[in-house]
């Protein structure tokens, strides 16, 4: 692809990045919430609560990684969670997905972290990206979730 620039997003940045994110969380069946994505992303960024890179060809946004900062004990180092990545449907088999992978690797080199860490659908197209460029997939961790509904259950049910 050529003229893409990747840049660090801002406050600034928000009206032409929620589209993007809006279409993302679309991806994954969620109903379009354009100014409830624009809130979060505000809110997000201006409280440093996370990075997101831009994707931008010839002005026009195409792209974008969003990464949240987390710790690791073990290490005692800084580790960034590669939480959304997501490229336009016009934009996509262009290169713009690795650029951004590129960009996500070298802000982890800059801050010192441990590294970048993800997970993803086991049906995730972008799954083949990442083997490609050399992410591994971790066989000795298993991953367990609690939502907030098991914590409801357990309030109503555990104080007995």
Request: hydrophobic share 40%; aromatic share 10%.
């Amino acid at each position: 692809m050529t003229h893409l620039t990747i840049v660090q997003a801002s406050v600034g940045h928000i009206e032409i990045v929620a589209p993007l994110f809006d279409a993302y969380r679309q991806f994954y069946s969620q109903p379009p919430q354009l100014d409830e994505a624009r809130a979060f992303l505000k809110a997000r960024l201006s409280g440093s609560e996370s990075v997101v890179f831009l994707a931008l060809s010839k002005g026009v946004s195409v792209g974008f990684t969003q990464l949240y900062p987390s710790f690791s004990s073990i290490s005692m180092r800084r580790l960034w969670i590669l939480n959304d990545l997501f490229v336009a449907l016009t934009a996509r088999k262009q290169g713009i997905g690795e650029a951004l992978l590129a960009r996500a690797r070298q802000f982890a080199v800059e801050t010192n972290a441990q590294g970048l860490i993800l997970e993803t659908g086991a049906d995730n197209p972008a799954r083949k990206l990442y083997e490609r460029l050399g992410w591994k997939r971790d066989a000795t961790l298993h991953y367990f979730q609690s939502a907030k509904d098991d914590y409801d259950t357990c309030i109503e049910e555990c104080d007995d």
